[in-house]
């Protein structure tokens, strides 16, 4: 999944260079920071080979270079081996973002074959417990043991680290981790609150010095290790004063498809309940990409109210997350509440000095169908 | 950051294996593809990139772009780019 850290900064010439395909919502993980709807369950009707292929070829014709497939789990899917080869023959390079169930060797073979070019495999803690704890299964050795099969069939790898105030404080380990199994990047991801981890937020969110930490534990292990080991640090926006280049502009250079079909101009966007969002069941992906209004919307600046109108930075930051504006003010077309210049951002301080005053532990809200409940471990 | 030392004329270069370099039609430009990464080359960043990696040393491909382009004493310009495409780990020394 594109960051911001990935070296995004590109002029895309209006091509959405990253294309992104959540193959299903469903995933036996439980994830207390799942981007995937928190009413993931009621959208079942996934695309069926057919269509995603159809996704594929569409896409490469609009300039789509980047393609992910994730999900939910995208493993589950017992057509991705033939939707990598087709992709590949089409001229994308591939990732797989995944949380390594449902991976095994002969897969692993099968998908090399049809061209795979690269994993991104999550990992939550640096021990059986914790990752438990944190995903609702005990996967932690079917991980490390399939991340070692990973190196062994030659693929490169992204060790990622979905960041929270439960497991930033083994940071060194997770580079010690990463640098054991010869992976050649790990990326902390902080989390970013919205679905899933907006539901949990308060216990998610870690506190300056947890942050202060590990940001130390990173610089000192990029100075050791050099290029042995690529560390990508995905900054945790509340905590900046100016916003995230968000998708490096709302219908810039970034698509993704739901399982349903539904055309998204990044992943958490469906969220915001006003907009109407095309899907490629009903509409050519040309249309959707070039005409339809749901992507032209945050196109460009004449959207924008003050201070990002005048601001001399709109240029860089395109006035933050859309997503993000929506849910902390009410209004999509708002300035992210992290922009210092903001006059909502009374409401991001709030949040991170609740993190640092925080005395009593809640349980956290596993991912499941159904109604959230707080289910989950303390 | 390990010690390094600068590249060599007589340096044998090569791709790293977990880059793509290629031709991007509708960009109208070569890319190179990795990891949750694009990088769009500019036209000499990407004859440089051509001619020096698969050649038999960097002086051979700086001596096959002088002649493509007829142009002289390009030696300087080319280890100046290949050095800031080996920080960034484009391309690694053959040993």
């Known amino acids: 999944m594109p960051k911001a850290g990935s070296g995004l900064s590109l002029d ?9 395909v959540e193959l299903t919502y469903k995933c036996p993980l439980k994830c207390p920071w799942c981007s995937n709807p928190v009413d993931f369950n009621r959208y079942r009707n996934e695309l069926t080979t057919e269509e995603w292929k159809a996704v594929l070829r569409e896409g490469r014709r609009l300039g789509s270079l980047q393609l992910g497939f994730t999900g939910g789990e995208p493993m589950l899917r017992r057509d991705l081996e033939e939707l990598v080869e087709e ?27 049809a061209g795979l070019k690269q994993i991104q495999l999550s990992i939550q803690a640096c021990d059986q417990e914790l990752n438990e704890k944190l995903v609702g299964l005990d996967v932690f050795a079917h991980k490390i043991a399939i991340a070692r099969t990973i190196k062994a069939e030659g693929f490169p790898m992204v060790l990622n680290v979905p960041v929270s105030r439960y497991n930033i404080d083994h940071t060194a380990a997770f580079i010690e981790l990463a640098a054991d199994l010869g992976v050649e990047y790990v990326e902390f991801a902080n989390l970013q609150y919205y679905n899933w981890a907006l539901l949990n937020r308060a216990e998610l969110l870690p506190t300056r010095e947890q942050l202060a930490r590990s940001e130390a534990e990173v610089k000192a292990a990029r100075e050791r290790l050099g290029k042995r080991l690529t560390i990508y640090y995905v900054v945790p926006d509340y905590h900046d004063n100016r916003p995230k ?38 509409h050519a992906l040309d249309w959707i990409w070039t005409r339809s209004p749901a992507f032209n919307q945050f196109r460009g600046e004449s959207w924008m109210k003050e201070p990002c109108r005048s601001c001399s930075e709109k240029e860089k930051d395109f006035g933050g997350c859309r997503c993000q504006a929506y849910l902390m003010t009410g209004d999509a077309a708002n300035t992210d509440p992290v922009c210092a210049k903001s006059p909502h951002r009374h409401l991001v301080d709030a949040l991170i000095s609740g993190a640092e005053t925080r005395r009593d532990q809640k349980p956290l809200i596993m991912r499941e169908g159904g109604y959230p409940r707080r289910t989950g471990a303390r | 950051m390990e010690a390094e030392r600068r590249l060599r004329p007589e340096d ?22 990795y990891p949750e990464g694009i990088v769009k ?3 000499t960043a990407a004859a440089i990139l051509e001619a020096c990696t698969g050649a038999p040393s ?38």
Not at chain 1, 88 to 112: H, P, Q, W
Not at chain 2, 12 to 33: G, I, K, S, T
Request: with cysteine.
């Open chain 1, 12 to 20: 895309g010439l209006g091509m959405p260079l990253w294309l992104v």
């Open chain 1, 87 to 113: 992709a590949d023959g089409l001229g994308y390079y591939t990732n797989l973002i995944t949380s390594g169930v449902g991976l095994n060797e002969k897969r692993l073979r099968a998908l090399k074959k």
């Open chain 1, 245 to 282: 280049a968000c998708m490096n502009g709302w219908g810039s250079i970034h698509l993704t498809i739901a399982p349903d079909g539904t055309a998204l101009p990044c992943q958490e966007a469906r969220l915001i309940k006003e907009i109407e969002f095309p899907n490629v069941r009903h």
């Open chain 2, 12 to 33: 044998v270069v090569e791709l790293n294996p977990n880059y793509h370099f290629r031709w991007e039609e509708p960009q109208q430009a070569h890319v190179l593809l």
């Open chain 2, 41 to 43: 080359l500019n036209q």
């Open chain 2, 58 to 95: 960097i002086a051979d491909g700086t001596a096959e772009l002088s002649r493509r382009y007829d142009k002289r004493n390009l030696g300087a310009e080319v280890l100046k780019f290949l050095e800031v495409a080996h920080a960034k780990g484009w391309i690694r020394v053959k040993s």
